[in-house]
Each structure stands twice: as C-alpha cells, then as structure tokens.
C-alpha cells in the first residue's frame, strides 16, 4: 500500500518530465517546460497530502508575499524556475534567461521588502478577538445516544457561558458537537 501511495504522489513529478521531454522534441528548452510543466501538474493532480515545494517558503516571509498574485503555485514557480533559468543563463549567456531567473528568483524577495513592511502594519492596527474553543469530550457512544442530546447541549452552553466569562469574542464549537438535526 505503501508503494501505492508514493507512486500517486510521485506522479505530477513524472507528468511534468514527460511533459518537458515532449516538448523539447518540439523545440522548446527544459529550463522553461520542466518548470512550467511541473507547476501544471502539481497543481491539477490531486494527491492525499496536498504538500507542495512553496510550503517550503513557509519561514520566508520575505519570499512568500508573491503568493498574493498566485498562491500556491506560484510560489512552486519562483522556486522552480528562479534557479533553472539562472543555470541556463550562466551555461548558455542568455540576457533573457538572466532576466527570468532576477524577476522569479529575486523579484519575490524584492516585492517582499516592499511589502512586508504594509502587511505588518496592517496587522498592527486590525482589530483583535479572543476566541474561545470549547471541548466537551463526548465520546462516540455517547454522541449516538439521542436520549443524551439535551445533557450534551447544556454542557456545551456551560462551557460557552466559561469562555465568554474570561473574555472569548467568539465560541468555537467541534464540527460535530450540536446534537440535533439542523
């Protein structure tokens, strides 16, 4: 089963260099389709942890700003094609895969210097709420038991009644913890 699952998640890797193999029989450089193709099929083949090479951008706040032009996989291309194009560049003297390889490799830190500065002021002045979350600890049984609905409901309006009472906005309940039918 194991193989199974690393063989699914393998496969916009695979996709994507049989993509770049094809069109390089029709003329088009790997440094562009390899990186181009991977962002397609990363992004359109669904996989059971939806993990992706921008999530490696998480601790750059500086880098990760782009992803307010294209989430996800556009963060996939400045790390894919930001260092491609530049070792392109250098093998083949290229001035358009030098410009490439700045606007996907540096622009996402330049725009981030730019930015970063506005979105942490903005979060300075929002509004803040305390959110309380309650946890009545009910157990599967239990749920399925109809004739213990209005017990778990009151324990959950007590529990509310305790986060409101130390300052909570806002009252998050479990997904499944109303015990009617709505």
């Known amino acids: 089963a194991s193989a199974l699952l690393w063989l699914w998640q393998a496969l916009p890797y695979a996709l994507a260099a049989e993509t770049a193999a094809l069109l390089a029989t029709r003329g088009v450089r790997m440094a562009l389709s390899l990186p181009l193709g991977f962002v397609v099929w990363q992004t359109i083949t669904p996989t059971l942890f939806p993990w992706r090479p921008g999530c490696l ?12 032009f294209g ?10 094609l930001g260092p491609i194009a530049l070792l392109e560049a250098l093998r083949s003297r290229s ?5 490439v390889a ?20 903005e ?3 929002a509004t803040s709420i305390r ?17 213990l609905r209005e017990e778990r409901l009151l324990a959950l309006h007590e529990l509310t009644a305790r986060a409101e009472a130390a300052g909570a906005d806002v009252v998050v ?6 015990p009617y039918r709505i």
């Open 102 to 121: 700045a606007v996907f490799g540096a622009g996402p830190f330049l725009y981030g210097a730019l930015r970063l500065p506005a979105v942490r002021a």
């Open 95 to 99: 001035l358009r895969f030098a410009a």
């Open 173 to 178: 309940w479990p997904e499944t913890a109303y």
């Open 123 to 125: 979060r300075a002045a």
């Open 131 to 147: 959110v309380g979350i309650v946890q009545p600890s009910v157990s599967v049984p239990d749920k399925r038991n109809p004739a």
């Open 71 to 80: 989430g996800e996989p556009l963060l996939d291309l400045c790390i894919a």
């Open 57 to 68: 951008a998480s601790a750059l706040p500086l880098f990760t700003q782009v992803a307010e």
